[in-house]
Nanobody, 113 residues
Framework: VQLQASGGGLVQAGGSLRLSCAAS????????MGWFRQAPGKERELVAR????????YYADSVKGRFTISRDNAKNAVYLQMNNLKFEDTAVYYC???????WGQGTQVTVSS
């Protein structure tokens, strides 16, 4: 499985970004998908996760109510809609598949205060 993340960038606090992750693989719909992030000097943390069917979602407390994870199995893609961004959301964001067995390259999100 190969994962390609995109959509990062520079945004002002309070703004929004939408991250996308395109996946290869014949059985994408069977994989849980997740988004992690790692800020400078901090440990990598799970931001959100979604089940293969999309019926179950998990969010870190720090992003609940602001971020939404979704997936389109027909397009082999997973998304992370990030609203009301805060300075502390600045990090490199990574998408993962199959309970973190597979990782994509990161995409930088920078939130200016």
């Amino acid at each position: 499985v190969q994962l390609q993340a995109s959509g990062g960038g520079l945004v002002q606090a309070g703004g929004s970004l939408r991250l996308s992750c395109a996946a290869s693989g014949r059985i994408f719909s069977s994989y849980s998908m997740g988004w992690f992030r790692q800020a400078p000097g901090k440990e990598r943390e799970l931001v959100a996760r979604i089940s293969g069917s999309g019926g179950n979602e998990y969010y870190a407390d720090s992003v609940k109510g602001r971020f939404t994870i979704s997936r389109d199995n027909a397009k082999n893609a997973v998304y992370l809609q990030m609203n009301n961004l805060k300075f502390e959301d600045t990090a490199v964001y990574y998408c993962t598949a199959d309970s973190n067995r597979y990782w994509g390259q990161g995409t930088q999100v920078t939130v200016s205060s």
